[in-house]
């Protein structure tokens, strides 16, 4: 199964950009770039996702690379309550291997008031 | 509200007492998924379902039984637990079919086996 790596951690001040990269070398030409975030005590929730094309929505943007072997999730202005794990994942578009997920450890986001 | 239900929220056992964690969705999803998360190893999955009377292992099976005979239930089934299956268990779910759809975790379940 495709699998991400990412940064245990990061720290960004308040109010500052923020790039959380994600590297897929293994990924498929029908794999969707996933990302989720976890606050504190809670269950994960669903950030953004992209197939080639840069995505942005009202949370975040997200950049992938030509060669879709990295992704960037861009916090455009960090608040507090965006520290929080970050999780990149890769999701088949079809069939049985759209349910095998693989999380992993994700990125830490710590921010600096 | 759409939602993701994870009962009980807590729970304290003894190794070797049958216990079920339930998970139930209100919003039609076809997929639904089961992780458990332990400090230094992030979310790992369990098992999965891609519909009713389907399920597949995921990561880390062993030690754990589900079933799928509603659409809504997705229930998380511990036939002897053991102390290393203390963890935080979260359920998942989403719309499957030909392109993917975003995951709806519930709140976590936070089981202790002594």
């Known amino acids: 199964d495709a699998k991400t790596t990412q940064p245990n951690s990061m720290e960004s001040n308040e109010e500052e950009p923020v790039h959380l990269p994600c590297n897929h070398s293994?990924?498929?030409?029908?794999?969707?770039i996933h990302w989720y975030r976890q606050l504190p005590s809670q269950g994960p929730e669903y950030v953004i996702h992209g197939l080639t094309s840069n995505v942005n929505n009202r949370m975040a943007s997200l950049a992938i690379a030509e060669d879709r072997k990295s992704s960037t999730l861009i916090l455009h202005r960090a608040t507090l309550r965006d520290a929080a794990v970050y999780y990149c994942i890769l999701r088949a578009n079809y069939g049985g291997s759209q349910g095998n997920l693989i999380f992993g450890k994700g990125t830490k986001l710590s921010v600096k008031p | 509200e759409a939602q993701v239900t994870q009962n009980p929220r807590y729970l304290i056992t003894v190794t070797g007492k049958k216990l079920t964690v339930t998970c139930s969705q209100n919003?039609?999803?076809?997929?639904m998924s089961w992780y458990r998360q332990d400090p230094g190893l992030g979310l790992r999955q369990i098992y999965y379902?891609?519909?009713?009377?389907?399920?597949d292992k995921g990561d880390v099976p062993e030690g754990y039984k589900v079933s799928r005979k509603e659409k809504r239930n997705f229930p998380l089934i511990l036939e002897s637990p053991s102390p290393n299956q203390t963890s935080l268990y979260f359920c998942a779910s989403s719309l499957a079919g030909a392109l993917p759809r975003e995951l709806f975790f519930g709140e976590g379940s936070r089981l202790t086996v002594l």
């Open positions: 293994t990924i498929s030409g029908t794999d969707y």
């Open positions: 379902s891609m519909n009713v009377e389907v399920t």
């Open positions: 919003m039609n999803h076809e997929y």
